[in-house]
């Protein structure tokens, strides 16, 4: 069976590859018609089949899917999730995706095949495929080259069945813990979010995907934590806050895609923000690729934006701002945007600019190559005609992939507290409680494949191996009982299972209390998009069940599965120990039973703070003078746990701080070096954390950021001296006029082992004239050591 894509016989221009891919895509946007043109600006919602076949559209509340009949004769620009739409064995999907590429390449003149794109927050959201930590556990490692390497191994899946490009990471930044998504979110800072995110695009786009940045811009700075609801911030949050992580990543990962946010601010929404996504991306920045639409975005202009009257003047709107494909299916891009063009309403130089982008990219990944041929890696040199004998015959989850899951899952790990309960010591008997001691999928986001599509699917199986925390204690502990009771469900109002709960716990030598949340979409979870809270309690009876077991007088272990911060009540300061992580992915409960018996050390990190109380919110370390504890207010936003928290099983010494560069021109470098040493028993990871605070400012600062950090790894005993360089433009902020400045002054560089644990203190100063900095500005402290 030959599935080379059909072309015509004699080579053009396009088909070039001596050309460059501009040049190549010039050259076929001069043979086409307009709705040739504009069939490569659309995508369609597809699903493949589970038999090998064609791709059949997808139905959706949002739009009747289209006729592919009708489509593809004037060509298709991308297919949307095939893969990540139903279950589907992934040898069988890459054949069907494969037929259905010849089929699309056939029906044009062009031959062009469509540029296939998927989710992949957590993972290639894929049936069977590895079900990685999600990304507030990337956070949790302050460790970006573990990222970058899982993101290479999250693409090598994805390019090896034919996709093309990955709707990943997400660069938003938390402001409000309430937001439902603060699980696909890499943390409450800037500087970690845009490292860890930026790493992990150069992972992608180094296994060949296509990068996807999302969402451009503030979509996580909406009023109350709301989904999909209006943002409220000005000029200088946005600019200091919301920006640089998208910055850094355009800048320093390159990626090839941008996806804009749904939300407006101030009025504006961003699919129709041409300050933003040409005036900003493209002209300042220099980014080059394509701005995707976020699932129907263009259409929410007319739908719930109410900027546009009709679907050709949203279409106009989202082609003037910038964006250049409309996902996931053609919409406004389709007949309105034609008609619009026709009769002059909008030029067809806009639709060029689009198509160009687009092309250009197409060029690049090999889709107008004459020697372009649509079986995939993992099929090439087989036989495909027999498709059930493909069946079980590609892995997504093979054992290098379940390695480095459960690498980043236990470098994840937070330990919040501790009286010296952890390690346990081959207790007789552990009680395991909790909603989440004994359910597959609490290690999961709601972007897995098991949650985000296999929750409709309860009749196929899972696709990969999930461990319950009650096996991952027994196959950890096998000389203890394990005695298990839920007590209660994650969000339920019972209480009838307490009883047996608390019997169980007064049985046991410790108690492991596995709380948290169940990820979901739009309300059917507790964590998850859509699944937004009107406080950081706890979901349903969960802490009633904690106090409950503090009263037993046994010592009580919370374990925290779950998608975003919770106040911890009376548990945060009478646990016996407290351990959090952030859906920690497939190997989790292995990672977290790892880290019970000692036989990992933690070294996670938060990522976000840990409230002391359910309802004061919004609140996030990166905050002003103001925005403290107060004796003209009567709430107290103070954490119980700050950002860059956590403990692990040795100690670390740090001393001998050196500034050695105390004073530096407002366009030097500032220095100081200091001596950590591991006091402990045992190896661990200290990570170090680089905090400057600017007394006085023209404007409003916060009272701290972070300007850098390193996982510094010691054996017992063992001690580094460590250096750092600070350029003094990691302290420019958006002054007055709206333009990012440097001050002259004094300021303070604090060597911290979290927001709320500064070990250090370097009285620095910056001299001279005020300095106006750009978008080349330097990013980065520099760490070494000795």
């Known amino acids: 069976m030959n599935l080379a894509a059909s072309t015509a016989a004699s080579t053009t221009r396009w088909h070039d590859r001596e050309l460059s891919s501009e040049e190549r895509a010039d050259a076929l946007i001069a043979e086409m018609t307009l709705p040739e043109k504009l069939a490569q600006l659309v995508g369609v919602w597809v699903g493949a089949s589970d038999e090998g076949g064609d791709v059949a559209p997808h139905q959706h509340d949002m739009e009747e899917p289209p006729a592919l009949d009708e489509l593809l004769p004037s060509g298709l620009g991308q297919l949307t999730r095939p893969f990540g739409t139903a279950p589907v064995d992934p040898a069988l ?109 150069r992972g992608l786009e180094a296994a060949g995907i296509v990068a996807t940045l999302k969402h451009f811009a503030g979509y996580s700075a909406s009023r109350a934590g709301r ?161 059930q004998a493909l069946r079980g015959s590609v892995d997504l989850d093979r054992p290098e992939n379940r390695a480095l899951a459960r690498e980043i899952a236990e470098r994840a790990v937070v330990l919040l507290r501790n009286d010296g309960t952890l390690p346990l010591r081959d207790p007789l008997r552990i009680a395991l409680i909790g909603p989440n001691a004994d359910t597959p999928t609490s290690v999961l986001g709601c972007y897995a494949f098991p949650v985000h599509v296999g929750s409709l699917h309860p009749e196929v199986p899972l696709g990969i191996e999930l461990p319950t925390l009650s096996q991952a204690l027994a196959a950890e502990f096998p000389g203890s009982e394990i005695l298990t009771a839920a007590g209660a469900s994650v969000d339920g109002p019972d209480t009838s299972g ?133 004796e003209v207010s009567s709430t107290d936003p103070t954490p119980a746990f700050g950002f860059g ?42 990570t170090v954390q680089l905090y400057l605070h600017d007394p006085v400012a023209s404007v409003v600062q916060p009272v701290q950021r972070l300007i850098g950090y390193r996982r510094i790894t010691l054996d017992a005993g063992e001690r580094a001296r460590i250096r750092v360089r600070v350029p003094a433009d990691l302290a420019s902020f958006t002054g007055r006029d709206g333009r990012r400045i440097v001050e002259p002054g004094e300021l303070e560089l604090r060597v911290a082992a979290s927001s709320t644990d500064v070990r250090l203190t370097a009285t620095v100063r910056l001299d001279g004239p005020v300095r106006t900095l750009d978008h080349t500005r330097r990013l980065h402290a520099e760490f070494s050591s000795t």
């Not at 503090?550 to 998608?563: M, Y």
Request: hydrophobic share 45%; proline share 6%; glycine share 12%.
């Open 93 to 201: 999907g890459a054949l069907s995706l494969a037929r259905s590429q010849q089929r699309i390449a056939a029906a044009n003149r062009f031959g062009i095949p469509a540029l296939a794109h998927e989710e992949c927050l957590a993972g290639f959201a894929a049936w069977g495929a590895t079900a990685y930590p999600v990304p507030l556990s990337w956070g949790a490692t302050f460790d970006p080259d573990l990222i970058r390497r899982m993101a290479e191994a999250i693409g090598r899946d994805m390019r090896a069945v034919g996709v093309h490009q990955g709707l990943a990471p997400v660069l938003d930044v938390v402001r409000d813990a309430r937001w439902g998504r603060v699980e696909e979110t890499i943390g409450e800072d800037p500087y970690l979010v845009g490292t860890v995110a930026t790493a992990y695009v």
């Open 227 to 387: 989904n999909l609801a209006p943002v409220g911030m000005g000029i200088r949050e946005r600019a200091d806050v919301i920006l640089p992580p998208f910055e850094m990543a355009v800048r320093e990962g390159r990626p090839r895609s941008v996806m804009h946010a749904y939300t407006d601010t101030d009025g504006v929404p961003s699919a129709a923000d041409e300050a933003l996504l040409t005036g900003l991306l493209r002209d300042t920045w220099g980014f080059e690729g394509t701005v995707v639409a976020d699932y129907f975005g263009i259409a929410f202009l007319k739908l719930l934006h109410g900027v546009a009257g009709d679907w050709a003047e949203a279409a106009a709107l989202a082609l003037a701002a910038g964006v250049d494909v409309e996902l996931p299916t053609v919409k406004t891009f389709g007949e309105p945007l034609l008609r619009a063009v026709e009769d002059g309403t909008v030029p067809e130089a806009l639709v060029d600019r689009a198509l160009r982008r687009v092309l250009v990219q197409k060029a690049q990944l090999g889709l107008l190559d004459r020697e372009w041929d649509a079986v995939p890696a993992v099929l090439a040199g087989r036989p495909l005609d027999d498709p």
């Open 498 to 630: 307490f009883a047996e709960a608390l019997e169980t716990a007064r049985r046991a030598d410790v108690v492991i209390l596995a709380l948290g949340d169940r990820a979901g979409l739009f309300g059917r979870g507790t964590s998850g998009e859509g699944c937004d809270v009107e406080t950081l309690q706890l979901p349903g009876v969960q802490q009633q069940l904690l106090d409950a077991l503090l009263d037993t007088g046994r010592p009580v272990v919370p374990v925290l599965l779950a998608g975003r911060p919770y106040a911890l009540g009376r548990g945060a300061t009478e646990a016996a120990a407290l351990v959090q992580t952030f859906f920690p992915g497939e190997a989790g409960t292995e990672a977290i039973a790892a880290v019970l018996s000692g036989r990992t050390n933690p070294s996670g990190r938060l990522p976000v703070g840990i409230p002391a109380r359910p309802a004061v919110q919004p609140s996030t370390y990166l905050a002003a003078r103001l925005a403290g504890r107060s």
């Open 645 to 686: 928290h956590g403990l692990g099983y040795t100690t670390f010494d740090w001393t001998d701080l050196e500034v050695e560069r105390a004073a530096a021109p407002t366009d030097g470098e500032l220095g100081l070096a200091f001596t950590l040493r591991n006091s402990g028993a045992r190896g661990g990871s200290e």
